[in-house]
């Protein structure tokens, strides 16, 4: 697998929705996705917008096939997983599916990703808010990630390493204080309706 991301990375933007795939799908590859960003971006700053979009849609691509594989398999697929680990990420998914993916995949390790990503299959949310919220979170990610490559060159990987739990936290509180926001702009119309 490490060959094969040698190999992929030899392509440029190309190899990044490759690995962002393969990464998302099957293995998580050491450094994966989140450097190849940082890095081509810092090579190709014109070309930012492309590079994130290349990884996050590989990356959901990715997503998609887990989610595919643990719909089909059931809670089986969660097994592995301790029951309060299950019954803590199905709380979520059912309070706000969108949400819950689009956080788990936005934030960084030590978070469980491939649980949200295999209970949202196995526990059967749309398909449309699973695909929603993992491009959502993706983007988020990868942008914040572009930023820094452009911005600090080939010091992003030692900026990345040291903020990069920082920098993420910051913007999921972001996207947290904008869906409550939504979702209090939204109370507020239906009961205006309402009255």
């Not at 019954?87 to 689009?102: C, I, P, S, T």
């Not at 491939?114 to 808010?129: C, P, T």
């Not at 990610?141 to 490559?149: E, K």
Request: contains cysteine.
């Amino acid at each position: 697998m490490q060959r094969l991301g040698q190999y992929l990375l030899l392509w440029g933007i190309p190899g990044l929705m490759g690995i962002s795939l393969i990464d998302s799908a099957v293995v998580p590859m050491m450094g994966g996705p989140d450097v190849l960003v940082a890095l081509l971006a810092w090579r190709r700053p014109m070309q930012i917008w492309v590079i994130i979009l290349a990884a996050a849609i590989g990356s959901t691509l990715g997503c998609l096939v887990l989610f595919r594989v643990a719909r089909a398999g059931g809670e089986v697929v969660l097994s592995r997983f301790s029951p309060e680990k299950r019954a803590w990420v199905k709380e979520k998914l059912d309070r706000n599916a969108f949400g819950a993916v689009m956080g788990g995949v936005l934030l960084p390790p030590p978070f469980p990703t491939k649980l949200v990503i295999l209970a949202a299959g196995a526990f059967k949310i749309r398909q449309s808010s699973f695909v929603n919220g993992v491009l959502a979170g993706r983007l988020i990610r990868y942008s914040v990630l572009a930023y820094l490559g452009a911005r600090y060159g080939d010091q992003a990987a030692d900026v990345v390493k040291d903020q990069f739990p920082l920098i993420l936290s910051l913007a999921l509180a972001g996207v947290i204080l904008l869906l409550c926001w939504r979702h209090f702009r939204g109370s507020q119309r239906t009961r205006g309706a309402g009255e």
